[in-house]
C-alpha cells in the first residue's frame, strides 16, 4: 500500500534560534522520503533565519528529500500559511512552526489517521522548554490539550495540524488578516460538518512556551483583543454566547471589587460578590476541562498548592480573556474576516533542490 504523499509547511518568522533543530527533525522522519515534501514559508524575518533556511536547502540531496524556500512579504502567520498552500504539491498539508520540532515518527502518525479515513488531523504538542518552571505551568494549564468524545479542549493547535487539500479547496485557506492567532480556530468554524475531524494524540510535536510571566499575559491580551475579529457573532446566540462569557469572566475579575464593597456595607457590593462568586466557581469547577486541569495541578503540585494555583490561573485568565475580548470588540467593531488568499502575500524569493522546470510549475499561484 503506498503512503499518503504529505506536504509539510514551515512558518518561520525570526527563527533563527530554533529553525535549524526543526528542520533537522523534519528530514529525520522515519517516512519514505520521496513521499513527502518541506517549504518553508519565511515572512520577511529580519535575523539569521534566510540564510538558515537557504543553506538548509542547498545542503539536501534531493534523492534524500524534497526541500523548498519561500520567502513571502511581512503578510503575518494566516497569509505564510496560505502561500504555503499555493505551494504544495501533495494531498496532504501538514503545519509546523519554525521554533517547533517533531518526533521522528509525526508524519507516519498523521498518515495513519489519514488512512483511517480523517479530512483533517490535529496532533500532541509537548513542552520544549521543559527547565523552565513558567513554561512548565504554562503547559499544564492554558496549553494543557485534552482528547477524547466526550470533552474537547486544543485538539488543533497551529503548529501540529494537517488537512486534505479538499478542505482548502471547499473553504479556502486561512482568513488573511490574522496576522499571529486564531488562524486555526477561524478556520475550523468554517469546516462543513461533512468534512471528518479526528485527533492524533500519538503524532507529537514539541514547542516552546512562555518563560516570563509578563511574556505569557502578552499572548493572551493579544489574543482575547484578536477574538474580537474572528468570532462570528451574526446572531443572537452567538452573541449571547460571545458577550455573556465575556461579562462572566469580568464580573469574576472584580470579584475583589465587590468583596470591599460588600465589606463596607453596600448592598449592591453584596448582590455583585455573590454573582461574582458563582461565576468564579462556574469558571473555575465547573466544566469537565477545568476539572481535568485542577486534577493535574494537584498531582503536580499537591492538593493546597495545586488548588491555589488553579484558582489564580483562572482567575488571571477571567481578568485578561474578559477584558481583552471585550476591547477587542470595540477595536474589530468595523472590520471583518478577510477571506483566504483576498491579498495574497506576494513571492519575494524561492529557492528549491527540485530541479529548475518541476520548481517553476510548482511555484505558480
Request: hydrophobic content about 40%.
Amino acid at each position: 500500500m503506498s503512503k499518503e504523499e504529505i506536504s509539510v509547511v514551515v512558518c518561520a518568522y525570526n527563527e533563527e534560534r530554533l529553525l535549524e533543530d526543526c528542520l533537522q527533525s523534519l528530514i529525520n522522519q522515519n517516512y519514505p522520503a520521496d513521499a513527502y515534501e518541506i517549504i518553508i514559508v519565511d515572512d520577511a524575518s529580519t535575523d539569521r533565519t534566510p540564510d538558515i533556511a537557504k543553506s538548509f536547502v542547498q545542503s539536501i540531496d534531493s534523492e534524500d528529500a524534497h526541500i523548498r524556500y519561500v520567502r513571502i512579504e511581512d503578510g503575518g502567520l494566516s497569509r505564510a500559511r496560505n502561500a504555503g498552500i499555493r505551494a504544495s504539491r501533495h494531498d496532504v498539508i501538514a503545519f509546523i512552526d519554525g521554533d517547533a520540532v517533531a518526533e521522528s515518527d509525526w508524519l507516519e502518525r498523521l498518515a495513519a489517521v489519514f488512512e483511517e479515513g480523517a479530512d483533517y488531523v490535529g496532533g500532541r504538542i509537548e513542552l520544549l522548554n521543559t527547565d523552565s518552571k513558567v513554561a512548565q505551568f504554562a503547559q499544564a494549564t492554558r496549553h494543557r490539550q485534552l482528547f477524547g468524545p466526550d470533552v474537547y479542549r486544543n485538539e488543533i493547535i497551529g503548529c501540529n495540524m494537517a488537512y486534505r487539500r479538499k478542505v482548502f479547496d471547499a473553504v479556502g485557506g486561512f482568513n488573511d488578516n490574522l496576522t499571529s492567532r486564531g488562524d486555526e480556530v477561524s478556520l475550523r468554524k468554517r469546516i462543513p460538518d461533512d468534512f471528518r475531524f479526528q485527533s492524533a494524540p500519538q503524532a507529537v510535536v514539541y514547542h516552546e512556551r512562555p518563560e516570563r510571566l509578563i511574556e505569557w499575559i502578552d499572548v493572551e491580551w493579544k489574543a482575547a483583543v484578536l477574538s474580537g475579529l474572528y468570532r462570528d457573532a451574526s446572531t443572537f446566540r452567538r452573541f449571547i454566547l460571545k458577550y455573556g462569557f465575556s461579562l462572566e469572566r469580568i464580573l469574576f475579575a472584580l470579584l475583589p471589587v465587590f468583596g470591599a464593597l460588600f465589606t463596607a456595607g453596600s448592598s449592591i457590593g453584596g448582590i455583585a460578590t455573590a454573582l461574582g462568586s458563582v461565576s468564579g466557581l462556574r469558571r473555575t469547577f465547573g466544566n469537565l476541562g477545568a476539572l481535568r486541569t485542577w486534577r493535574g495541578l494537584m498531582r503536580k503540585y499537591g492538593y493546597v498548592q495545586g488548588t491555589t494555583l488553579h484558582v489564580l490561573y483562572y482567575y488571571a485568565r477571567s481578568v485578561v480573556q474578559g477584558f481583552g475580548t471585550l476591547s477587542g470588540a470595540w477595536k474589530h467593531r468595523n472590520n471583518d474576516l478577510l477571506p483566504a488568499n483576498a491579498d495574497p502575500a506576494a513571492i519575494l524569493e524561492a529557492q528549491s533542490n527540485l530541479p529548475e522546470e518541476e520548481h517553476t510549475a510548482k511555484m505558480s499561484p
